[in-house]
């Protein structure tokens, strides 16, 4: 047990380390993670950054010659002379944003109305609603912008020049897709990607989302919708946002999204690095880190931890299973010495090696046993003394007797042969047989005595217990039944199926045999004898009840005791004869008993008993005694 | 001596200059003319229905075939293979006598039989019947405007062979054909009109307008089309170019009748939003001219009438009023980019007065960007080919089909626009640009091409 307690503590105290260390390690790992990801998130986003404003300086490079170039310069002069002459420059912007590569370029008077539009040459004649003052927006950075294009809108990195010298300024808008090419150009880690969201209104909008890695066979495991929440969280409050993609229920396919928003061109023409946080929030940088490194890296820590868990249990049950043997083989020792010593064996000794306290508690026990020993044969010897004692007063008693009349007989001889020689005869014959009947008595006496000290040791063989019950009752169903004493019934009780045991036969007779007569003498205004048998694991149990007067708690001590008797003609062996013959058997005898009420004596029996193998003990007391 | 020398080379160089200035202005011969056009038409037969109209395939037919009558420079009604054409019984029946001497390009003679079958495949509800040189053309209906009927080019006279090559009597008869993709004409040494001055002539087809355009700048085409929008730059590059009046109208048709009330209002603010002026001054750069009404008003004399302002204000009162907007799709020619602009401007328009349109190159739309060109300068044809364009029978007040006085003509037009099926935008003219060594060359009032008279010069103007 106390191994068994041990093995578990030893196994819950390393599952315990170990699943703290592999929590402290996990916790650790991902502390590092998101620390490299925060890290790499800034670097992308300071790369996002220089690409954005490189593009800005390409676009400005490119838009400067447009602004200055004969035929804008020259629409400007004409314009300027004569403002409705703009039907003939509607394709102007588009011409040129062929000439320089650009995807947005406008034409704008300085009211605003577009003259000429590369993306929307149709919305000549329409104000640009994007300023509210382009001279503000002249010659600042590259900024973003949304462009309302047919049917669609698009996200635009855009400058704004102004075009000749004229009194009435006309403006050059040029700008470039916010698109894949853009993010393409990232460099970007392989476990990262990079896209935007274009805002177009309050709510998440699939067809709103640049993917770069789109078109290619893992997009119907990337639905858009996806990002709905984290799109929508940003769109609400306008702030940077962490969010997982969780894709499948692979949990190594999800991804961290970081999402940033972009503002535009603040029509207050603040100036701005092209992200002015009072502009409109015009898109949604979405950097995404995928967690399959993380996802693996805490699997395999997992798994190191299950393994050393595992491998740590194993060696937890060797250990443990070394440490508890070391720790508790003495204790099991002294266990088992107490148990022997509880069963009789009082010799019994542990080994004690070592100068630990286990040692020293086994010194103690062979110590405590050795007292004992010697305790119980100095109560042994007392014992003996005082059953000598007993013996002596009781041979005393019993011969002082018949010896005192034969002193009183010869006496009265020798006084009769002195002073009445004529009544001498007559003396002399009354004085013989009185004599000869005290000498009859001294051998009876003397006869008792060598009969309980001839007690024969018992010849065992298979005695069924109910057959031997049921003699018992048929012999002495007649006398139950004499007449001139009040009746006694005989009640069998006994079990239905008890094995034989082995016993001597004729004893377990007799001791029954006794214990059915002093029933019969308890029981004087007659009652009930009872015979029960029964059987437990290890033993077979005869009991006898009486209805008789019962025996007080001194009586119960003392009944067991030779020439012990409570009877007036009792020669007080009976019982122990009773006693001896249990004794003998391996057994034991015990009694149960309250005045008026009636007493039971129980024997229990060894089921498999083996000669001369132990000695009876007799325990005695009544049933309500302390 | 000395004196007299040099006033013989004066005399000489003075005759020698003269004599190419005669030569430079006098018809040449020879040569060969290379035409570029966008059409890629599959048939040269004139009475294939499933080849779509075109300048381009009027320009073709009329090159190779004639017609029984024919519309001069001044759009009146001249005698082709047709002497004359005689109207008895209220115009129902009609006699037409046949210009003798005539041969189709196989060899055999230009006859009544040959033109009877000719009409007939062409018109096959008319009753046609020869009666010697004559052709007699009996109607179910009086028609006054048969005469300019039969000088469109879709009844010009073609002597269909076995293996369904047509043979035809024009200037020129077919050398090489690539359906599609390039013809070859020859000049047709015996055609009754005299022969023409051009050897050849060679006609890329399918090349868009830029590429017409490169193609007459690097010179490997002499005569282009030009689009309409094509016509201001071009004359201010100073290159010679030649416009039809206008003879195509670029109009919104709807797909379907008007379906109900609101649905009446939304298309009349659809009309009433349409900035008509800025299309045409911006985005076709001063060509055409401004619809209100279906046909031009060269043609009907009336057009002035119908408002083409944009009124913005009740263009909104009138999608206020309407209680279902639908959006609309707006169709057009994906392979024609001006078509494109108009159409996104339209959406621009349609969107300040508070309707939706939405751009497809879909064939099917709620709404389509058409181009219809008018097949005729006679109005009550020209009309019933608008209107038939978009589903729509013409009736005079009479209850014919056609004829019939200015009144009846406005009230029969009034009638198709009150159907709402279509929004007129604007009337634009064929437009080609050629080459300074091409001359006289000339553009019909239909819009196709006249090069029955025209020859290749020095480049000198």
Known sequence: ??????????????????????????????????????????????????????????????????????????????????????????DLARSLAENYQLDFLEFVDGRGIIISSAQSPAKFGYPENAFDNLATADQQQAFLKREEIQDSTALGLFAVRSVGSADRKV??????????????????????????????????????????????????????????????????????????????????????????????????????????KDGPLLGILLIGHSRQSYVELKSRIGASALLVGGGGIVLAILFSSWVAARVTRPVEQLARAAQEVAEGKWDTRVEARGNDELSQLAESFNRMTTELLEQKERLVQAERVAAWRELARRLAHELKNPLFPLQLTVENLMRARTQSPQQFDEMFHESSRT????????????????????????????????????????LYQAQFEARGRPPIACKLELAEHLDPIMADPELLHRA??????????????????????????????????????????????????????????????????????????????????????????????????????????????????? | MKLFVWRCLAASSLLIAALAATAETRPQYGSTLRVAMHATPTSLDPADATQPDSFARRSLTMLTFDTLVTIDENGRLTSSLATSCQATEGNQH??????????????????????????????????????????????????????????????????????????????????????????????????????PFFDVIEIEMGKSERDQMIALESGRADLVELGAEQVHRVSLEGRRLASSSPVELLALVFAREVQSPDERLLRDALALSLDRGSIRSVLLQGAGQPAGGLLPTWISGYEFVFPVEADLPQARREREQAQNAAAWTLGYDSNDSLARLIAERITLNAKDAGLSLRLTPAATSDVRLMRIALTSVDPWIALANVAGAMGVAVTNRGGSVQGGSIEDLYAAEQAVLATQRVIPLVHLPASYAASPSLKNWTVRPDGSLNLADAWIGSGKP
């Open chain 1, 1 to 90: 047990m106390i191994r068994r307690k041990l093995l578990a503590v030893f196994a819950l105290t390393i599952c315990i380390s170990v699943a703290t260390v592999a929590g402290l390690v996990l916790a650790l790992t991902r502390g590092a993670f998101e620390k490299n990801e925060d890290a790499r998130t800034a670097a992308l986003l300071a790369q996002f950054q220089r690409e954005f404003n490189r593009q800005g300086d390409e676009i400005v490079r490119r838009l400067q010659p447009i602004a200055a170039s004969e035929q804008a310069t020259r629409m400007a002069t004409a314009l300027d002379r004569s403002p409705s002459d703009a039907a003939g420059y509607f």
């Open chain 1, 171 to 276: 403006y050059a808008i040029g700008g470039r897709r916010l698109d894949r090419n853009f993010l393409s150009a990232l460099d970007l880690p392989a476990d990262m990607r990079a896209l935007i969201y274009q805002n177009r209104g309050d709510q998440f909008m699939a067809d709103s989302l640049l993917d770069p890695s789109a078109g290619k066979a893992t997009d119907a495991a990337h639905p858009p919708e996806k990002f709905a929440p984290l799109i929508d969280a940003v769109l609400r409050y306008k702030q940077e946002m962490t969010g997982v993609i969780q894709w499948s229920s692979n949990r190594a396919e999800d991804e961290i999204f970081h999402a940033i928003p972009l503002h535009g061109f603040a029509k207050s023409g603040q100036e701005t690095d092209g992200q002015n």
């Open chain 1, 435 to 474: 004599l000869l009947a005290e000498i009859a008595n001294l051998k009876a006496i003397i006869g008792r005595f060598s009969e309980f000290s001839k007690m024969p040791h018992p010849r065992l063989q298979p005695v069924k217990l109910n057959d031997l019950l049921g003699g018992v009752a048929k």
């Open chain 1, 512 to 626: 029954i045999s006794n214990l059915v007569l002093n029933a019969m003498d308890a029981m004087l205004n007659g009652g009930t004898v009872t015979l029960r048998s029964r059987s437990d694991y290890s033993k077979a149990i005869i009991e006898v009840t009486d209805t008789g007067s019962g025996l007080t708690r001194a009586e119960c001590e003392r009944i067991f005791t030779p020439y012990y008797t409570s009877k007036q003609h009792g020669t007080g062996l009976g019982l122990p004869i009773v006693q001896s013959v249990v004794s003998d058997h391996g057994g034991r005898i015990t009694v149960q008993s309250q005045p008026g009420q009636g007493t039971t004596f129980v024997i229990e029996l060894p089921r498999n008993i083996e000669p001369q193998s132990q000695s009876a003990t007799v325990v005695g007391g009544a049933q309500n005694g302390s």
């Open chain 2, 94 to 195: 009609w006699q037409i006598r046949l210009r003798h001497g005539v041969k189709f390009h196989d060899g055999t003679p230009l006859t009544a039989e040959a033109v009877v079958a000719s009409l007939r495949a062409a018109n096959p509800s008319w009753k046609v019947s020869a009666d010697g040189d004559s052709v007699i053309i009996e109607l179910e209906s009086a028609d006054p405007e048969l005469p300019a009927e039969l000088a469109l080019p879709r009844n010009a006279i073609v002597k269909r062979i076995n293996g369904g090559q047509a043979s035809g009597t024009g200037p020129f008869h077919v050398s090489d054909w690539q359906p599609g993709k390039k013809l070859i004409l020859a000049a047709e040494e015996m055609y009754w009109r005299g022969r």
